[in-house]
């Protein structure tokens, strides 16, 4: 699987803004799953069309579409009741709405007035207080860094100023806690760049990659996670002239990164479990066939879920089930890709959805009426 190079800010910023007839939804038919499953948002589209953001149930049944208008992907508040999606409008500029998770109530975010300044939503803090969103002009490049707000109101916070005109901080997620935040800093016109954490507030600015490891972001995957406590984070890697990668485990206050995973040359995604008891990442196993492993953070047991003989070439871009005993994933080429789930053992591998086409921005959320 080839997985797309495209920084948040660098994807919206080209995002059409026409609105085509939606597609047929692209999962099972049947009634709502019931109990504490959760629920899966993601974005679907065929190629050359508009995307849409749809949920469904955990076993691919009650299919709804969110949004009418082209979205890249969205973003589950902590309380899984709502959805931040970027949203063109009619000027070109890319701003945010906040909608239900069954398309009820959209909210969209004002702009600040005559400027040129986009804002995607990138991270939602856990209390669900604020949105960081990537900011972003290609007539005031300047401008380009992190801002934050509430979801739906007009007030706005600059957190980040670009080293130069034309860099990108784009927001990965906030600490459990709240109080900082993990950044990718991309110089101009760079499509990789080091990863970074900071205060919420934009203070205390400290860089956790290495010299010479650079970080891809790409629409499919996240390349960087906090660990349920946030006294660590996991990230993924190229290093040296030979463009390989790997997955790394480094403490939140900084210190030596410790590999957790073999080197490949596509590591692109990796997250905590929701136990912090393993870290899930994708890599290349044989030119670009990718598939999903499962490793304790401190390199042990490492696990590989998922095989060509089971879901077909390129198993891609995993994130976990609420309670951390399966895994959501694509699987196939990515203009023709399926959603699929499997067990942490590598058993019980299932397919989702039954329409071919791209799938990015999934995430499975538990329920409001599953929160403890």
């Known amino acids: ?9 660098l994807v919206l910023a080209g995002a059409g803004i026409a609105s085509a007839s939606s597609p047929e939804a692209p999962g099972v038919s049947g009634s709502p799953a019931e109990g504490p499953f959760g629920r899966i948002a993601y974005t679907f589209g065929l190629p050359g069309t508009d995307a849409h953001v749809f949920t469904m149930a955990p076993d ?14 969205s973003i589950w508040s902590a309380d899984a009741t709502r959805l931040a999606v970027p949203r063109a409008r009619s000027d070109g500029l890319v701003t945010t709405t906040v909608i239900g998770w069954d398309g009820s109530d959209p909210k969209t975010r004002p702009l600040p007035v005559d400027g040129s300044l986009n804002l995607a939503p ?24 992190i801002y934050a707000g509430t979801p739906t109101g007009e007030d706005l916070i600059r957190v980040t100023t670009v080293p130069q005109p034309g860099a990108h901080d784009v927001p990965i997620a906030y600490s459990p806690d709240a109080g900082s935040l993990l950044v990718l800093r991309l ?18 600015l400290r860089r956790l990659t290495t010299e010479g490891q650079r970080m891809w972001l790409n629409s499919f995957n996240v390349p960087a996670s906090w660990s349920p406590d946030g006294t660590f984070i996991a990230y993924t890697a190229f290093e040296g002239p030979e463009g390989r990668s790997a997955t790394f485990v480094v403490s939140a206050s900084g210190g030596d990164p410790v590999q957790v995973s073999e080197w490949g040359s596509y590591d692109t995604g990796v997250r905590f479990s929701p136990d912090g008891q393993w870290v899930l990442y994708d890599m290349a ?19 590989r879920l998922t095989n060509p003989q089971t879901t077909g070439m390129g198993s891609c871009c995993g994130t976990w ?3 951390g005993q399966s895994v959501l994933f694509q699987a196939g080429p990515d203009s023709a890709a399926q959603l699929w789930t499997v067990s942490i053992d590598g058993t019980g591998a299932r397919q989702l959805t ?13 329920t409001a009426s599953a929160q403890p």
């Open 321 to 323: 089930a609420p309670d």
């Open 122 to 145: 990138a991270a939602w803090s856990p209390d669900g207080a604020t949105l960081a969103f990537e900011g972003w002009s290609d007539a005031e490049p300047a401008t380009n860094g």
């Open 1 to 9: 699987m080839q997985v797309g190079v495209v920084a948040i800010g």
């Open 285 to 303: 196993v044989t030119g670009e066939q990718h598939d999903l492993f499962i490793v304790h953070p401190d390199g042990s047991n490492r696990t």
């Open 187 to 204: 110089p101009a016109f760079a499509d990789y760049g080091e990863l970074y954490v900071m205060s919420a507030d934009g203070s205390d």
């Open 354 to 366: 039954t329409k071919p086409g791209e799938y990015v921005g999934y995430a499975w959320a538990a």
């Open 60 to 73: 691919g049944t009650d299919v709804i579409q969110v949004t009418t208008f082209d979205s890249d992907y």
